[in-house]
């Protein structure tokens, strides 16, 4: 499995961005799919992670904020990021696995993601 995460970038605190992840290769296995976080100095935590039935875990630091889902063809997730923070500012990977709700073994490439003023 592979995965290809785009979007990210420079935002205003307030601000909205959408991050995409695209999966290719073997992915009729694959049931779940969300995103980590990586800011400097700290570890990789969870943001958010949806499964096939559409079940959804969030962070309690991103609730009501941002919202993770999958298109139709359910190889694509994303996240759409409202009312950033600086807290927010971390690299975000790309998440896929084969149990439900849980992190997988198969990690796409970091992309920036910056709430600056």
């Known amino acids: 499995v592979q995965l290809q995460a785009s979007g990210g970038g420079l935002v205003q605190p307030g601000g909205s961005l959408r991050l995409s992840c695209a999966a290719s290769?073997?992915?009729?296995?694959?049931?779940?799919m969300g995103w980590h976080r990586q800011a400097p100095g700290k570890q990789r935590e969870l943001v958010a992670t949806v499964d096939r039935s559409g079940s959804t875990i969030y962070a309690d630091s991103v609730k009501g904020r941002f919202t993770v889902s999958r298109d139709k063809t359910q190889k694509t997730v994303i996240l759409q990021m409202n009312s950033l923070k600086p807290e927010d500012t971390a690299v975000y990977y790309c998440n896929a696995g084969l149990l439900p709700g849980r992190t997988g073994p198969f990690w796409g490439q970091g992309t920036q993601v910056t709430v600056s003023s």
């Open positions: 290769g073997s992915i009729f296995s694959i049931n779940n």
